[in-house]
């Protein structure tokens, strides 16, 4: 055993020193070529431990983020000949992998075909093109909710298990796809025929990085899942799925772990508790009379304890953000994308140093004007136990004039 912990840990040290030397600036080529018998029987989990140490031995996740698309084109030959985990339909692994042969099909039966007729028409027919492409684009951008899955509810229960390296580079790739394909999506709405080769050439990176990511993800990222997650965290998966919505094509049926009978399905809560009643300085109440106070309220709120821990959301039947219950548990900076997790970083420190008490954003969001409220929650001895995130659509509140009575 302790050989072949040694080989493993040689050849994460060898896969390290083929992204050291893409990062010192050498070419693809010279790296494959070097590393070419290395990497022939490369594992999803080897690919895993070489970002993590990285991470942990202080390259920034930028920088790994950046070389993601060139080392996963270095491993594409040894990851192709791996053999994909079994899932059943209705599996969240068979959903996610069914949505990627979605996504696919309407990259190459679409997508690329509509780009060629873009590139060799003129006149009417080029914009015939650019506004058939714009629905195919429209119809991509769903890819969303399939990340929002991945980032929300799969990357959780990884982090759980120590797995931490992987879901940041891939979170702040997606990002980037998200940003691309909007930008591709705004070409096309206001396409310019003077602007051809450039509006090509970003639709074409847009569609290129989806597809990378989709490789990633069946050759990395779901044998990884598969061989960590136990049974009961992949149920949790499946039952949340719902609440963020699928990208272009819906589950192949019902799933459940085989040792829990379809009848028994029903009698798991979805949340809440029993107990003896609260009694607080201004009345008492029962646990579920709060849980239906707080989900009630016309806010979303969120809750992180003084080590940065997510111990609480409200469950409002129109949540603004995605939250999910896997959540709980997890530090609020790895729910954030990596491009914003310093900003989150330095409002918590604020709070905790006894800065601030307060901070306010508002923006728009999907047609919709949010205010976002941060509260450092303090006891009587004024000491930080946490954060409070209060968000609320104030759209209707900011158009309100004059007055209206009670009973008018």
């Avoid at 111990?311 to 039947?317: C, D, I, L, M, P």
Wanted: with cysteine.
């Amino acid at each position: 055993m302790s050989e072949l912990i040694t080989n493993r840990e040689y050849r994460i040290k060898l896969l390290k020193d083929v992204i050291m030397d893409l990062h010192r600036g050498k070419s693809v080529d010279e790296v494959k070529e070097r590393f070419r018998e290395v990497v022939k029987d490369l594992s999803h989990d080897e690919v895993a431990a070489m970002e993590q140490t990285l991470i942990q031995e202080g390259m920034p996740v930028e920088e790994i983020q950046r070389m993601c698309d060139v080392h996963a084109s270095i491993f594409k030959e040894s990851l192709e000949s791996k053999q994909e985990p079994e899932t059943a339909p209705g599996h969240p692994l068979h959903t996610f992998k069914l949505e990627n042969t979605a996504i696919n099909r309407i990259i190459s039966g679409e997508i690329m075909p509509g780009m060629q007729t873009l590139k060799a028409a003129g006149g009417d027919e080029e914009r015939q093109a650019a506004a058939k492409l714009l629905e195919s684009f429209k119809l991509l951008m769903e890819v969303d909710r399939h990340y929002q899955r991945k980032e929300n509810l799969l990357f959780p229960y990884l982090e759980k298990y120590g797995i931490t390296a992987p879901p940041k580079v891939m979170w702040g790739v997606d990002d980037e796809i998200r940003e691309a394909l909007k930008e591709a999506v705004n070409l096309l709405t206001n396409y310019e025929p003077d602007r051809k080769a450039e509006v090509a050439e970003k639709l074409e990176n847009a569609v290129s990085r989806v597809q990378e990511m989709a490789f990633k993800e069946e050759k990395i990222l779901f044998p990884m899942a598969i061989q960590t997650l136990t049974q009961d965290e992949w149920y949790e998966i499946y039952r949340q799925s719902d609440d963020i919505g699928y990208c272009l094509v819906k589950p192949a049926g019902e799933w459940r772990p085989q040792r829990i009978p379809l009848e028994e399905t029903a009698k798991i809560p979805a949340g809440g508790k029993t107990g003896d009643l609260l009694n607080f300085e201004t009345g008492t109440l029962s646990p579920k009379e709060v849980e239906l106070i707080f989900n009630h309220l016309p806010v979303d709120i969120t809750f992180v304890d003084k080590n940065d821990v997510v111990k609480y959301f409200s469950a409002g039947k129109e949540r603004i953000f995605t939250r999910t219950a896997a959540v709980i548990g997890r530090t609020v900076q790895n729910c954030h994308p990596p491009a914003s997790v310093h900003v989150v970083e330095r409002l918590l420190q604020d709070f905790k140093e006894g800065k601030k008490d307060s901070e306010e954003f508002w923006i728009n969001f999907q047609g919709k004007l949010v205010y976002i409220r941060y509260f450092a929650v303090r006891d009587e001895r004024g000491d930080y136990v946490g954060t409070l995130e209060v968000t609320q659509e104030i759209g209707r509140i900011k158009e309100l004039k004059g007055e209206k009575r009670l009973m008018d």
